[in-house]
């Protein structure tokens, strides 16, 4: 069965405290995976799509990286703003659809 | 830009009363998805359209059903709402090939 984790479930850092997210996924194969950001009350915001192992991709304080069974969202120098649930989804071959992981809700404290 | 637009917003349901949940895109994209969001659980999908006029089954179909009523609507019915319907439905939809989904802000279901 194809399945996605996150880790950790929660995350407090203080602002500048720098950290990675981690999504490991069981997917027979892969053919992207997609991380969102979800902000309370709305819903999830695209972020990244990473197709092959060893692809990374970078937007402000965030970077994603991806190996064969796992991606990391690394935050650098995180501030307040970037307090949300980040989800981690993916798509697998011959698949339409997605399997969504359960979350990781980081707080980030000034 | 209004992107993926679902109505209502919020909606209190009383136990075996029926509901129909809206979803509208313009971005001409031809998948579309209802997936429900409880704690701890992430995204469930429970319905999906590939194209206009499909529809297929997800994860969680039991206790719902679908319309793709045109290439930018897509509406999700309980026919009799039970309590363990109680969550938050976000609609998406995506373009071709390998696109992301983009996702509606939810309407938010209690079954009492």
């Known amino acids: 069965e194809d399945q996605v984790t996150q880790s950790p479930e929660a995350l407090r850092l203080q602002e500048g405290e720098s950290s990675s997210l981690n999504c490991s996924y069981t997917v027979s194969g892969l053919r992207g995976l997609f991380w969102y950001r979800q902000d309370p009350g709305k819903g999830p915001e695209f972020l990244f799509t990473l197709y092959s192992a060893g692809e990374e991709k970078e937007k402000e304080r965030l970077k994603a990286t991806l190996t064969k069974k796992e991606s990391f969202l690394h935050i650098t120098a995180p501030k307040p703003e970037d307090s949300a649930t980040y989800l981690c989804?993916?798509?697998?071959?011959?698949?339409?659809?997605?399997?969504f992981g359960p979350g990781t809700r980081l707080s980030v404290l000034p | 830009n209004a992107g993926v637009t679902q109505t209502p917003k919020f909606q209190v349901l009383k136990t075996g009363q029926s509901m129909t949940l809206q979803c509208a895109q313009d971005?001409?994209?031809?998948?579309m998805y209802w997936y429900r969001q409880d704690p701890g659980m992430g995204l469930r999908l429970i319905y999906y359209s590939a194209s206009e006029g499909t529809t297929d089954k997800g994860e969680v179909p039991n206790g719902y059903n679908v319309s793709r009523l045109n290439k930018r609507e897509f509406s999700l019915r309980l026919e009799s709402a039970a309590p363990s319907q109680t969550s938050v439905y976000f609609c998406?939809?995506?373009?071709?090939?390998?696109?992301?989904?983009?996702f509606g802000d939810g309407t938010r279901l209690s079954i009492l």
């Open positions: 998406a939809s995506r373009g071709d090939g390998n696109q992301p989904q983009h």
């Open positions: 971005m001409n994209h031809n998948s």
């Open positions: 989804a993916v798509r697998f071959l011959g698949g339409q659809n997605f399997v």
